[in-house]
């Protein structure tokens, strides 16, 4: 897939694959109708990994690599997460906002050319919920990624057995191999 036809989409399906030793994702365009269309990505992630890095490919068959992620360095609490396309130019950046998440979990992603945005977990009830009673940590969540108080893209969490999310961009010019980024770290980073 073209980098401009990527560009074209503005709704991303992101859906957990349930796996032992590895986190996979996929990442699908949405149908009109809000139902899965053609596969866009393909994510993996180790599990337990001292130094965080994901690889996000074309497809499952992980022969050609779209762009991927890695920490800056091991075991930090409010790490950056530089995002690169496939042959390792820089695209933009994400980081945990270490303080601001111990009640609502917050991240900043900057891309060059455009404003920093930021995002927060909508609802501080479940937010809270999701922290201070462990049997509801599978609570559905919210992240609304703002930038100068206009919205760029927003990342909901549905209910049901596997981790599945909808992401909507509202602004035209983020690279949504940032935004795909975003989104698989939000499931595989969440938690740290």
């Given amino acids: 897939m073209s980098l401009d036809n990527l560009q074209a989409h503005n709704r991303f399906i992101v859906r957990q694959r349930i796996r032992m030793m590895v986190n996979q994702y996929e990442v699908h365009a949405a149908a009109p109708d809000g139902s899965e269309a053609g596969l866009l990505a393909f994510a993996q992630q180790k599990r337990l990994a001292f130094k965080e890095q994901v690889t996000i490919y074309t497809d499952d068959s992980k022969q050609y690599p779209l ?18 396309d496939h042959a390792g130019n820089p695209i933009g950046l994400f980081r945990k906002d270490f303080a601001q998440s111990l009640l609502r979990s917050t991240w ?29 940590s599978w609570l559905p969540y919210h992240f609304d990624f703002m930038a100068g108080g206009q919205p760029v893209f927003s990342v909901d969490k549905k209910w049901g057995l596997r ?15 940032l935004v795909i980024a975003m989104a698989v770290g939000l499931d595989a980073l969440q938690s740290r």
């Fill in 163 to 177: 981790d599945r999310y909808v992401v909507d961009i509202h602004h035209p010019q983020i690279d949504r191999r």
């Fill in 108 to 136: 900043h992603v900057e891309q060059p050319g455009l404003p920093p945005a930021t995002g927060q977990e909508r609802s501080l009830p479940v937010a809270l919920l999701r922290r201070f009673v462990d049997s509801l």
């Fill in 67 to 84: 762009l991927g992620f890695k920490a800056r360095q091991r075991l930090d609490l409010g790490a950056t997460y530089d995002v690169t």
